[in-house]
Structure formats: structure tokens, C-alpha cells
């Protein structure tokens, strides 16, 4: 089996590639590839990658790099696809430019993560032509951000079989599972929402709901957002009587992680651009063959597992259970059968299934998702017609933005910096 990874210069791709090489047997993995367009980047991490190989016992295994899209596609069964459309420097416009019209700069959400999705999501449109014509029925195993949005628009305008994935809901497993002493195997999440806006209304350890046990551990849920002073206040965790992932923080805490954001010193990106120099440099010393710990403060913990247990699912005949982000049909009332939810599906060989929902989701869940949906439809509406109609109606759909006169002024802004394509 050949995997093809698409941003194989990524600094996350060591991680991917230690996933990859571990369950190599489960996997009857014999080939990778890294494609990416950037050489300074991609020649390091391929040769760290490859002595990774080596000396984890996969000497067989090959790993190869290209520039080459067709090439690294070719008889690809998965296509892993983890691509930063303008680089850091793009996403240090994503997270500062909204912070000078009084709204909140994030690399996936609100204005930044608009910004994000118009650039990204024609590009993966143009590569998503590459794989039907490469790599016919290959799964498209999406980590490129905003992952929801990226995942909607290849299912409804792509042609390819996508399934989107973050390492938030597995984050969330595994704390719940630590907190309960509990293999984390064995515990299920009620989980509900779309990417980066996600609740657990229960977790399941041996036929019962433990999340009563867990709402007095809620500090230990606060996810990463790289705001660890702020966290989502405990009377509101009880009101909801469920555990809202990191991000929500954003919307329920909006004044204080703006004052924040506004007092950082400097952005996430920037902070990025230092570590991934640092980590680039250790890939590419020919002594260095593993993975280092610096990497854990790039963010994206347990992305190789969930990547390795996605792929591992879409190859049984025997289903297991996963959250990923999937097509809705009629998972989630109100909301479209095309839309993209994050919810538990049965992933094997015969596909991705949404389980049924175990009960509604309550009006003040329900309010906040329909919301955030109806600018995701928008925002991949413009990224695809390039129009600055939907790209303003999104705008101002997005309850991080909300005024026309903000919205007008931050799409100008971006017009002109050149962070969003050009619009008509």
C-alpha cells in the first residue's frame, strides 16, 4: 500500500511518519511519499523521515520525496493532505489584521479562519482534480485547516471520498479516559458539533455515562487554543451539563480573549515561525533520527494516532467507532444533508456512517452550530465563486464578526493585503 502525503514538508510530518511506521504491518504499508512545493522544507524533513524509518525497524519501507503532484498520487491508496496555503506569513495576517477592527484573529475561526478557507480551499479543488485523475478511489485524509469547511467543500464540490479529521475529539478521549483510569479504547464520546466547535454530552465506560464524575475535573478539559489563561467558566460548563471543546472558548469567552489576543506580544504564528526553524534545523543534522520533544510545542498532539486509526478503520471489514468530520445526511436535524457535522461514525472498508444521535441537540447548542454552519456555507460559497457578495454575507453571518461595517472594513483590508484572492 502507498500513502501519499500532500505538505510532506510540514514540520508536523515526523509525527505522521512515526504512526505510519509503528502499524506499517497493520497497515501492509510498503511506500511513502512526500510531495510538497517547498525544497528548503521538504529535503529535511524527507531525510529525517527516512532515518526515522530506519531505525524504528522499517528499513524496507520506502520513503520518497517529489515535487511532483501526479507523481506522488500515482496508485496512492490514502492521500493525507496537511497544506498551509501562504505559509506562516499568511497566518500572521489571519491572526493580526482582525484585531485592528475589534474582532478576534485565529487561524481556523472568525475572520482569520475566512481568510484561511478563501485561500485554501481552490487550491485543494485544483489537487482534488489531481487525485481523481492519479489516484482514482483513494481516500482523502484531511488535516488541512479549517478542516470542517475543507471537508464540505471536497465533498460537495471535489468528486473525491474525503473524511476530515481533527485531534481535538481525541484530546478529549483521552483525558476523559485518564481522569477515569479507564483504557482509552474503552471509552466512547457523546460528542456533537462541527470542527472547532464541538460539545461531550456524555462518556461512556463500561455501559455507563461517567461525564456526572467528570464536569468537578473540568479544568483538566480546557483544550489547547493557546490561551491557557482563559478558560470556559464552570457555571456555564454546568448550565450546558456537557464539556465544550477549547475553541468554544472563543465564542463564549469572545471580550477576554480579544483584550488577550490584543496584549500578546506577538502572534501564534510568529511564535511558529521560530519553532519550526528550531525543528528544521534538527531534521536536518544527519545525526538526528528521533522525534524530538521540541515538536509537542507545535500543537497537534495525537495527530498520528488519529491519522493511523482513521486509515487502519478504512481498510477492516469490521467497524469501529471514530469522531471525524463527516457528510450530516440526517444526523443532526436542522441542519443540511450536505453540510459536514463532527460526530462518533462507523468508519471501515464499506465507508464513513454518522451513528444516530443518542438525543437532540438542545437549543443552546443547536443555536450556536446553526449559526457557525450557515457562515461556513458562505464562506465556501465565495471561496468557490470568488465573489465578494458571499464573501461579505459570510462575513457578517459569523457571530466572531456580525456587523456589516466590521465585515466591510476587514474584506477590504484582506483585499488589499492580498491574504484573500482577488474578488468580483
Known sequence: MKVAVIGGGSTYTPELMEGLILRREELSLDEVVLQDIDLDRLDPVAGFCRRMASHLGAPDLRVRDTRDLPEALSGASFVVVQVRVGGQK???????????HGCIGQETTGAGGFAKAMRTIPVLLEIAEAVKRHAP???WINFTNPSGMVTEALMRHGGVRTVGLCNIPMEMRIQAAELLGAPVEEVLLDYVGLNHLGFVRGVRWHGKDRLPDLLASLAEFQGPANLPGIEIPGDVVAALGAI???????????????????RQPRSRAEVVMDLEERLLAIYRDP?????PDLLQQRGGAWYSRVAVDVMAALLSPVPSIHVVNARNGDTVPGLPADATVEVPCRVSAHGVEPLPLTRRVPDEMMGLIAQVKAYERLAIEAAVTRSR???LLALMAHPLVRTAEKARGILEEMTRAGSIPPLS
Open 244 to 262: 465544550p471543546s477549547g475553541y468554544v472558548r472563543y465564542y463564549y469567552c469572545t471580550e477576554e480573549v480579544l483584550q488577550e489576543l490584543q
Open 389 to 391: 457578495r458571499w464573501a
Open 137 to 139: 478511489g483513494a481516500w
Open 287 to 291: 545525526a538526528e533520527f528521533r522525534k
Open 90 to 100: 499568511a497566518r500572521h495576517l489571519d491572526e493580526t489584521l482582525p484585531l485592528r
